[in-house]
């Protein structure tokens, strides 16, 4: 099985989410957990997760670069690199240096850089990103711990992270099909530009841009608009039918729970839970410590883990007392403590026999999967748009990884109804 696309995510939720886009649109994938040594997995897809999202840009720029090459001697014929829908990042980057970076290695002076992802509410028009009803700037993710988005224009966004242009594709034009929108995209790389925020406001726009952008060496995005590269591939006779796609081995072990996320959504999905399953709150305000942090959770975990029902362990917090934690520690110490906590909990409670453990936020999964040691994710059955069940390898146990954002008020109670 040749290797069709090669992709590069920031984040490991957002590439479980991408390969979930990927998986339910015909495409075999594997998502692996940095940057791989020696040969990779066969599949129509290859997903390297890196936690590159919140570092320096110049990290970000050499680990993805890494990835790149790994990509291209397998010998991906088109590379993908995932950001946020939420387009997460701070004036420094990293999506503009990254991106640079892949489009000069490929030779390539042009890329589209569409996040939209409208079954969960993102929708770009006129360049300005929308969750939901609101602006981005106005959806809570203003207050985001790590990368807060104040500006809700992307082509502004994305200008002060690259020196080259940044042109936009607006709905008029995108409403018009493939075939309009590659003579925009050419006549934008035409006129200087190295990228197009593309609006798109609907799973057809996204097909049309998908299509548009057949032809190039790279696209950068959030995971909607992978959902039209499937197809390029089927076209192109490169791509055959794969009908077990999504089948993972049975799931064993007890349920839990890890919330490092702060955002709204996982607040709402902690705040449900409470009334049915077993939740502790930890308060990182009042004991900033990660060694009584995670004796705490244990102590109170020991009686508690279950086949049969899930426990919640949450860290997350509200802005005020997100805020409050960041003046006292600095932000990324705040941050570094809860995930070294929350990683020391998932790999005691693993060792005691959770085998289907939820992980909400980006940056808390990417702890927490590099604590476990996992090299590998296979993707499963989804559970709620952009989040699917995995089969961790070597350890061999279910990991779902939840980006903050996702996910309906009763997530942590439907993920594990069918278990
Ligand atoms: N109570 C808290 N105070 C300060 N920071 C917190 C708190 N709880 C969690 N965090 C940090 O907030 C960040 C949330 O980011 P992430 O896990 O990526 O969630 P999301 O998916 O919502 O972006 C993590 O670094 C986490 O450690
Ligand atoms: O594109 C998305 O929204 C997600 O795939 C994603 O990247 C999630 O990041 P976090 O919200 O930090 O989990």
Same mark, same amino acid.
């Given at each position: 099985?040749?290797?069709?696309?090669?992709?590069?995510?920031?984040?490991?939720?957002?590439?479980?989410?991408?390969? %979930?886009?990927?998986?339910?649109?015909?495409?075999?994938?594997?998502?692996?957990?940095?940057?791989?040594?020696?040969?990779?997995?066969?599949?129509?897809?290859?997903?390297?997760?890196?936690?590159?999202?919140?570092?320096?840009?110049?990290?970000?720029?050499?680990?993805?670069?890494?990835?790149?090459?790994?990509?291209?001697?397998?010998?991906?014929?088109?590379?993908?690199?995932?950001?946020?829908?939420?387009?997460?990042?701070?004036?420094?980057?990293?999506?503009? @240096?990254?991106?640079?970076?892949?489009?000069?290695?490929?030779?390539?002076?042009?890329?589209?850089?569409?996040?939209?992802?409208?079954? %969960?509410?993102?929708?770009?028009?006129?360049?300005?990103?929308?969750?939901?009803?609101?602006?981005?700037?106005?959806?809570?993710?203003?207050?985001?711990?790590?990368? @807060?988005?104040?500006?809700? %224009?992307?082509?502004?966004?994305?200008?002060?992270?690259?020196?080259?242009?940044?042109?936009?594709?607006?709905?008029?034009?995108?409403?018009?099909?493939?075939?309009?929108?590659?003579?925009?995209?050419?006549?934008? &790389?035409?006129?200087?530009?190295?990228? +197009?925020?593309?609006?798109?406001?609907?799973?057809?726009?996204?097909?049309?841009?998908?299509? +548009?952008?057949?032809?190039?060496?790279?696209?950068?995005?959030?995971?909607?608009?992978?959902?039209?590269?499937?197809?390029?591939?089927?076209?192109?006779?490169?791509?055959?039918?794969?009908?077990?796609?999504?089948?993972?081995?049975?799931?064993?072990?007890?349920?839990?729970?890890?919330?490092?996320?702060?955002?709204?959504?996982?607040?709402?999905?902690?705040?449900?839970?409470?009334?049915?399953?077993?939740?502790?709150?930890?308060?990182?305000?009042?004991?900033?410590?990660?060694? +009584?942090?995670?004796?705490? +959770?244990?102590?109170? &975990?020991?009686?508690?883990?279950?086949?049969?029902?899930?426990?919640?362990?949450?860290?997350?917090?509200?802005?005020?007392?997100?805020?409050?934690?960041?003046?006292?520690?600095?932000?990324? &110490?705040?941050?570094?403590?809860?995930?070294?906590?929350?990683?020391?909990?998932?790999?005691?409670?693993?060792?005691?026999?959770?085998?289907?453990?939820?992980?909400?936020?980006?940056?808390?999964?990417?702890?927490?999967?590099?604590?476990?040691?996992?090299?590998?994710?296979?993707?499963?059955?989804?559970?709620?748009?952009?989040?699917?069940?995995?089969?961790?390898?070597?350890?061999?146990?279910?990991?779902?990884?939840?980006?903050? %954002?996702?996910?309906?008020?009763?997530?942590?109670?439907?993920?594990?109804?069918?278990?």
């Amino acid at each position: 099985m040749p290797l069709l696309l090669g992709c590069i995510a920031d984040d490991f939720t957002g590439a479980t989410d991408l390969a %979930n886009t990927l998986v339910k649109h015909g495409m075999t994938a594997v998502q692996l957990i940095g940057v791989p040594i020696g040969p990779l997995p066969e599949a129509d897809a290859i997903i390297i997760a890196l936690k590159s999202r919140s570092i320096p840009a110049a990290d970000a720029v050499r680990e993805s670069l890494a990835a790149l090459e790994a990509l291209l001697a397998a010998g991906a014929k088109q590379i993908f690199h995932k950001y946020c829908s939420t387009f997460d990042s701070t004036d420094a980057g990293n999506i503009g @240096p990254v991106a640079d970076a892949l489009l000069a290695r490929l030779s390539s002076g042009f890329a589209i850089a569409c996040p939209a992802f409208p079954t %969960n509410g993102r929708t770009i028009f006129q360049g300005h990103l929308f969750v939901g009803g609101a602006l981005l700037s106005e959806s809570g993710m203003e207050n985001h711990p790590l990368t @807060p988005m104040r500006d809700p %224009n992307l082509v502004r966004v994305l200008s002060r992270q690259t020196e080259g242009g940044v042109g936009l594709v607006p709905f008029a034009v995108v409403e018009q099909g493939p075939v309009t929108i590659r003579r925009a995209l050419t006549r934008l &790389a035409e006129q200087g530009r190295r990228y +197009a925020i593309t609006d798109a406001a609907t799973d057809a726009h996204l097909m049309a841009i998908g299509e +548009a952008c057949a032809p190039h060496a790279l696209i950068t995005g959030g995971s909607g608009i992978a959902m039209g590269i499937p197809e390029n591939f089927r076209r192109a006779g490169l791509l055959p039918p794969r009908p077990d796609a999504a089948v993972l081995p049975q799931a064993r072990g007890a349920m839990a729970v890890l919330a490092g996320s702060c955002s709204r959504a996982t607040l709402g999905q902690i705040g449900l839970a409470r009334d049915h399953v077993p939740v502790l709150e930890l308060d990182a305000l009042a004991t900033p410590d990660t060694a +009584a942090l995670t004796a705490q +959770a244990l102590d109170w &975990a020991a009686d508690k883990l279950s086949d049969t029902r899930p426990i919640v362990i949450a860290a997350s917090a509200s802005p005020d007392r997100v805020e409050a934690l960041q003046k006292q520690l600095g932000r990324d &110490a705040a941050g570094a403590l809860i995930e070294t906590t929350l990683a020391n909990i998932a790999e005691a409670i693993v060792a005691r026999g959770t085998g289907r453990l939820l992980v909400a936020g980006g940056e808390t999964s990417g702890a927490v999967v590099l604590r476990l040691g996992v090299t590998a994710l296979r993707i499963g059955p989804e559970i709620d748009p952009g989040v699917p069940w995995t089969y961790a390898e070597p350890n061999g146990i279910h990991l779902a990884l939840k980006s903050g %954002n996702f996910g309906g008020r009763d997530f942590f109670l439907k993920a594990f109804a069918d278990a």
